[in-house]
């Protein structure tokens, strides 16, 4: 009889451990849905979070569900703490969403729309008194670049001077490299560098922050069109509740009672919906773009940041 009953509350064990999404979907009744947002304009709580809660106020007011919103603390922490399962939904950059993706820690929720494109860019710029007219006029001068894993401030605008033809490796005095396309900006701000990395997005943003003077910057160059930066949901979540929160979200422009404004997106932006089916062979496009940044090459570009130079 012993022998009966361990069984017994072994086999009920498996039935509720054993059942793919049966504790994500406990866990979703009983506690809010945790998102983690990477910090594309310099991480602050009342910043990159204040532009998303709206969003998910509106997604709990049509489901009913509850969502917990916080900022990572750079693009490679939101990653592994979607991959630890410290996080149910994140809002990814391209780049970081394809690593998380990669690593099958995260499928695709949604991807916004603005203007009817779902895409924006990224800009080398420079300080408008600069005499720095081309990009390869940047051969021996100092650039700040964002975090390796993000796509506008670093991928793409190291895109941007090998279509110019520099190595930042050989032609590229100095690098530095920061966790915010802020940083970037405030370091050329500063005269610390000759150009920097960021998204067009991330420099409007602060702008109309009152943080930096747009009459002193130029854009140099401008990158390629890059994918919107996708809001994803782990892949340890039930089928059933990634479902849910994907029916939610792609019918949110046209729901009922949801003010429009409260569809935000990159840059705290007004969008106009979210795109739950969006094809994601346009990210694997816009990905072969960049993969002339392998591991090594980004290795390599690390350590050229760590070394003190003038």
């Not at 709580?45 to 532009?51: Q, S």
């Not at 949110?252 to 997106?265: F, Q």
Request: proline share 4%.
């Amino acid at each position: 009889m012993k022998r009966f009953c361990v069984w017994f509350c072994l086999l009920l064990a498996g039935f509720a451990g054993g059942q793919p999404g049966y504790a994500d979907a406990k866990r979703a009744e009983t506690a809010p849905l945790r998102v983690l947002l990477i910090p594309a304009d310099g991480g602050t709580e009342d910043g990159t979070k204040a532009d998303f809660k709206p969003l998910f106020d509106a997604l709990t007011r049509v489901t009913g569900l509850e969502f917990e919103v916080t900022v990572g603390q750079s693009y490679s922490a939101v990653i592994e703490g979607m991959c630890a399962g410290h996080a149910d939904i994140a809002w990814f950059g391209p780049v970081s969403y394809m690593e998380a993706r990669d690593r099958g820690c995260a499928e695709l929720l949604g991807i916004e729309e603005r203007a009817g494109s779902t895409h924006y860019y990224a800009g080398l710029f420079v300080l408008a008194s600069s005499g720095i007219k081309s990009v390869a006029q940047l051969s021996g001068r100092r650039l700040a670049l964002g975090s390796s894993h993000s796509a506008s401030s670093f991928a793409y605008p190291l895109a941007v001077l090998k279509d110019g033809g520099i190595d930042p490796l050989t032609d590229i005095r100095s690098l530095r490299l920061s966790e915010s396309h802020t940083q970037t900006l405030m370091a050329l701000s500063s005269g610390q560098v000759d150009a920097a990395g960021a998204s067009l997005i991330s420099f409007e943003r602060a702008v109309n922050q009152g943080g930096l003077d747009a009459s002193r910057f130029r854009i140099l160059a401008k990158s390629a069109p890059i994918p919107n930066p996708p809001l994803a949901v782990s892949t340890k979540l039930s089928a059933a509740l990634k479902a849910r929160l994907r029916a939610a979200l792609g019918k949110l422009h046209e729901t009922p009672g949801v003010k429009r404004e409260a569809i935000r997106g990159y840059g705290g932006k007004q969008v106009d919906r979210y795109i739950t089916d969006f094809d994601e062979a346009s990210l694997d496009t816009a990905a072969e773009r960049i993969a002339f940044i392998n591991d090594d090459f980004t290795a390599a570009l690390i350590r050229k940041a760590g070394k003190v130079q003038d």
